[in-house]
């Protein structure tokens, strides 16, 4: 078996970033001094002229971006999740948001898998902030091949975005010479008949993995991808629901107010079954190595498994 390749979704933004630019010559770059950490460097090193370095001032670097974005180029604001969605937010939301300028936040090292950084680095909830924003889009890319994806499909758009990466290296799961991504669109990885696991970002291979463990125990999973939290695939959940009469929802971000509330959310509209959600429970995270840190949050294949086999109980 060949070995699986692993990558940080950050990188992938950094190579997007610098892959794109000669096709479009109106992208710039900004980043708020960390631009080794985020992967911007790669543009930087590529397009300096185009690359712009505001400083620890995430909320100035948000009004640039605007600045830029009202003169017709496509700004990309790069910074760690906990300073673009937190430090930043009323920015965020007066000057991108509520005018609709066409800014795209590159968001690194969100969620516990920021390991050692502990808890003031660790973002659990950027995705529940963003989506408060009325016409924010927001993406969370599982993978290397879908986090290019997703930067090529967030230059097209015309509107604000908010990306999320990761800090660690995960599983590349899709082929990049078959894989197409839609805005807004979720996919599904595996069919299944019993039960439906609606995932984002690095917890889709987690899903994946916890559909094989359940399959040896005579449970059918059906695996969801939801790249695209806003707008959410709402016809693809509610045919889930409908069709497989429980979801649980995998996300590493807080379960209030992400992934898993607007499944819910849906499914309360459309076809009220049970949805179970995994993520960050109402807690800070603290320091540890990245790996160690999501299995004791229970951001893992097992933990998901046992939490499909409950919630099998609850049809």
Same mark, same amino acid.
């Given at each position: 078996m060949a070995d699986v390749i692993k990558k940080a979704t950050r990188e992938s933004y950094g190579e997007a970033l610098k892959e794109y630019a000669e096709q479009y010559e109106n992208l710039v770059v900004l980043d708020a001094d960390l631009a080794a950490a985020t992967k911007t460097g790669i543009f930087k090193k590529a397009y300096p002229d185009r690359f712009f370095d505001c400083g620890i001032a995430e909320a100035n670097m948000m009004?640039?971006?605007?600045?830029?974005?009202?003169?017709?180029? #496509?700004?990309? +604001?790069?910074?760690?999740?906990?300073?673009a969605a937190g430090r930043a937010y009323e920015i965020v939301r007066n000057s991108i948001g509520y005018p609709h300028l066409n800014v795209k936040i590159g968001a690194t090292h969100a969620g516990i898998s920021v390991g050692e950084d502990g808890a003031t680095h660790q973002c659990n909830e950027d995705i529940a902030l963003m989506r408060t924003i009325p016409g924010m889009t927001i993406i969370n890319p599982c993978d290397d091949v879908e986090a290019k994806a997703a930067v090529k499909a967030a230059i097209d758009f015309n509107g604000p975005v908010y990306m999320r990466f990761g800090r660690l290296a995960v599983p590349v799961i899709n082929d990049a010479e078959t894989y197409k991504f839609e805005l807004g669109k979720g996919v599904v990885m595996k069919e299944g008949s019993d039960v439906t696991i609606v995932a984002t970002g690095l917890l889709v291979n987690e899903a994946l993995e916890a559909s094989k #463990?359940?399959? +040896?125990?005579?449970?059918?999973?059906?695996?969801?991808?939801?790249?695209?939290?806003?707008?959410?695939?709402?016809?693809?959940?509610?045919?889930?629901?409908k069709e497989t009469g429980v979801i649980v929802t995998a996300e590493e971000h807080s379960i209030i107010g992400g992934l898993g509330s607007a499944v819910a959310d849906a499914v309360t509209e459309c076809c009220p079954v049970p949805v179970v959600k995994i993520g960050v429970n109402d807690e800070y995270g603290y320091s540890g190595p990245a790996t160690e840190l999501l299995k004791k949050f229970g951001l893992c294949s097992e933990n998901i498994a046992v939490k499909v086999k409950e919630a099998v109980k609850l049809k």
């Amino acid at each position: 078996m060949a070995d699986v390749i692993k990558k940080a979704t950050r990188e992938s933004y950094g190579e997007a970033l610098k892959e794109y630019a000669e096709q479009y010559e109106n992208l710039v770059v900004l980043d708020a001094d960390l631009a080794a950490a985020t992967k911007t460097g790669i543009f930087k090193k590529a397009y300096p002229d185009r690359f712009f370095d505001c400083g620890i001032a995430e909320a100035n670097m948000m009004g640039v971006a605007a600045g830029l974005a009202a003169c017709g180029k #496509i700004p990309f +604001a790069s910074t760690f999740a906990m300073f673009a969605a937190g430090r930043a937010y009323e920015i965020v939301r007066n000057s991108i948001g509520y005018p609709h300028l066409n800014v795209k936040i590159g968001a690194t090292h969100a969620g516990i898998s920021v390991g050692e950084d502990g808890a003031t680095h660790q973002c659990n909830e950027d995705i529940a902030l963003m989506r408060t924003i009325p016409g924010m889009t927001i993406i969370n890319p599982c993978d290397d091949v879908e986090a290019k994806a997703a930067v090529k499909a967030a230059i097209d758009f015309n509107g604000p975005v908010y990306m999320r990466f990761g800090r660690l290296a995960v599983p590349v799961i899709n082929d990049a010479e078959t894989y197409k991504f839609e805005l807004g669109k979720g996919v599904v990885m595996k069919e299944g008949s019993d039960v439906t696991i609606v995932a984002t970002g690095l917890l889709v291979n987690e899903a994946l993995e916890a559909s094989k #463990i359940l399959e +040896a125990e005579g449970i059918s999973a059906r695996v969801v991808n939801i790249h695209t939290i806003k707008p959410l695939d709402k016809e693809l959940i509610c045919k889930c629901a409908k069709e497989t009469g429980v979801i649980v929802t995998a996300e590493e971000h807080s379960i209030i107010g992400g992934l898993g509330s607007a499944v819910a959310d849906a499914v309360t509209e459309c076809c009220p079954v049970p949805v179970v959600k995994i993520g960050v429970n109402d807690e800070y995270g603290y320091s540890g190595p990245a790996t160690e840190l999501l299995k004791k949050f229970g951001l893992c294949s097992e933990n998901i498994a046992v939490k499909v086999k409950e919630a099998v109980k609850l049809k």
